[in-house]
């Protein structure tokens, strides 16, 4: 199945949240689509240590995952 997620939250947990669960889709199976719109366009801002949003993104790019803003 194709999945498209759209984030538009400049909030780093729900950033950090989303590209997990499109983490969790990948290894599912799914083909998956994350499109950054609005204050999520600078989805690497909110990466810290909490919430490492850079090292998800990486994971989910190298999945075969697709973010596009």
């Known amino acids: ?3 498209l997620m759209v984030l538009s939250s400049p909030n780093p947990e ?3 949240n989303a590209v997990r ?3 969790f889709l990948l290894n599912e199976g799914e ?3 994350i499109f950054l719109n609005g204050g ?3 989805l690497y ?3 810290s240590e909490e919430f490492p949003i850079a090292e998800q ?3 989910f790019a190298l ?3 697709v973010l596009v803003a």
């Open 57 to 59: 993104a990486k994971m």
């Open 31 to 33: 083909d998956v689509t």
């Open 45 to 47: 801002a909110g990466d």
């Open 14 to 16: 729900i950033q950090w």
């Open 40 to 42: 999520a366009v600078d």
């Open 63 to 65: 999945s075969e995952g």
């Open 1 to 3: 199945m194709q999945v």
């Open 21 to 23: 669960f499109g983490n």
